[in-house]
């Protein structure tokens, strides 16, 4: 197959082009255009788009080695970062970020079912990314095996870390985080560090953690006084997850902040729950009517969210 995910190619019978969302096989893929309908077509029929260059890519200028103070050399910061495709947000793009100071000389190979495939070679030049793998996020549990590996290089006179092997079998939850802006490449994303610092434990803060009073354990941070329970705004994985995992997300998420709301003494809270089934609304209302610690509830203002959110007062 010699397209992949995030191909920009364009039909050959036909006044259309678009992205590459899908592979089926070696003969047909699935291309969805400015529509966001994916259309499955004959690899054969369409032709890829030269000169086409995806936002975000950083051109990789590995040939070029400044001479780096040793007092600003930086040792640290190989990550993977993942972004959502700008035109095709059911596809991501893995990114190889090299923040330090190293060349890299880095490869990527898959496995699954003990079916091997070397998927990316190249040199990454210090603080510049590479983009070295697509997939489709709704088939991350079908994802294979990744193995990255990582050798430094620099001409300056500096100790060489060993070189570096990560063995990676991505799951929903390495996706649960919320997106950070990911560094060089500028784009909300989640970030996974390859060069992990070593973990140091230190033994008095850790005997301190140990023994600390419970009144410190459980302080809570002062909510605001409207909380989004949509679990769009509170889960980045919501579509891995079951409506079972989804109510239990919600309801936690409602006593946490109703608690941090009485521990605050505020004089109310809203929870937005939005209209739908009504399921969850129907489990506040009825955890609320057994708490002793509320005045009343009520349908928050219904010129701004209808019959979607209830005011709670506190005594």
């Known amino acids: ?23 089926f096989d070696e003969e047909m893929i699935g291309v969805t255009g400015e ?24 051109k990789n200028e590995a040939n070029e080695q400044p001479v780096i103070p040793l007092t600003e050399f930086k040792s640290k910061g190989v990550y993977i970062g993942v972004v959502s495709d700008p035109k095709a947000n059911s596809v991501v793009h893995f990114h190889l970020i090299n923040d330090t100071s190293y060349q890299l ?55 060489q870390p060993l070189p570096l092997t990560v063995v990676e079998k991505f799951k929903a939850k390495d996706f649960s985080g919320t997106k950070k802006q990911l560094p060089l490449l500028n784009q909300p994303g989640w970030l996974i560090q390859l060069d992990e610092p070593e973990l140091v ?27 989004d329970l949509h679990i769009e705004k509170l889960r980045d994985d919501h579509q891995f997850l ?18 941090a709301a009485i521990v605050h003494k505020l004089p109310d809270v809203t929870f937005i729950h939005g209209a739908g089934n009504g399921v969850l609304k129907h489990e506040l209302h009825k955890q609320l009517s057994k708490n002793n610690k509320i005045q009343t509830f009520m349908d928050a203002r219904k010129e701004k969210f209808g019959y979607g959110a209830t005011k709670v007062i506190l005594k």
């Open 201 to 227: 434990i230190d033994a008095q803060q850790l005997k301190e953690s140990f023994f600390s009073g419970a009144e410190e354990k459980t302080k809570a941070e002062r909510p605001v006084q409207e909380i």
């Open 35 to 58: 529509d966001e309908f994916e259309i499955p077509v004959l690899a054969s029929k369409v032709t890829t788009v030269h000169g086409y260059q995806a936002p975000g890519t950083v």
């Open 105 to 159: 000389m880095m490869s990527l190979a898959t496995e699954k079912q003990q079916t091997f495939k070397g998927e990316y070679a190249g040199i990454i030049a210090p603080k510049s990314t590479m983009k070295i793998y697509s997939a489709q996020l709704a088939e991350l549990q079908l994802w294979p095996k990744f193995t990255f590996n990582v050798l430094f290089y620099t001409t300056q006179n500096i100790e």
């Open 1 to 23: 197959m010699k397209y992949k995910l995030g191909d920009f190619v364009r039909f050959v019978d036909e006044k259309m082009e678009g992205f590459v969302t899908r592979i």
């Open 242 to 259: 079951n409506g079972a995992e989804i109510l239990k997300i919600q309801l936690d998420t409602f006593n946490k902040t109703l608690d």
